[in-house]
Nanobody, 115 residues
Framework: VQLQASGGGSVQEGASLRLSCTAPQPTFSSYSIGWFRQPPEGDREFVGYVSWNGDSTTYTDSVKGRFTISRDYAKNTVYLQMNSLKPEDTAVYYC?????????WGQGTQVTVSS
């Protein structure tokens, strides 16, 4: 599975962005997908997760109520909708596909939020 994250950009505080994580392989739909981020001076951290069938999502506390993860199986795409962005959301965002013992990372996409 080759992952591609996209949709990042530079926005003002309070704006919204939607990140996409795609893969060309049909088996992408059988993977659970996690979103992670790495701030400029920090370690990579967990943002949120969606199960392979879309029935379960979870988020880190700092993004609850602002970020939403969804899946479009027809497009082989997982979205991270980010609303009410804050400067502390500035980071490189990565998606991770996981199935059993397999864990795959895509390239990151930069999100910059200015006040």
């Amino acid at each position: 599975v080759q992952l591609q994250a996209s949709g990042g950009g530079s926005v003002q505080e309070g704006a919204s962005l939607r990140l996409s994580c795609t893969a060309p392989q049909p088996t992408f739909s059988s993977y659970s997908i996690g979103w992670f981020r790495q701030p400029p001076e920090g370690d990579r951290e967990f943002v949120g997760y969606v199960s392979w069938n879309g029935d379960s999502t979870t988020y880190t506390d700092s993004v609850k109520g602002r970020f939403t993860i969804s899946r479009d199986y027809a497009k082989n795409t997982v979205y991270l909708q980010m609303n009410s962005l804050k400067p502390e959301d500035t980071a490189v965002y990565y998606c991770n596909a996981k199935r059993v013992i397999v864990s795959l990372w895509g390239q990151g996409t930069q999100v910059t939020v200015s006040s």
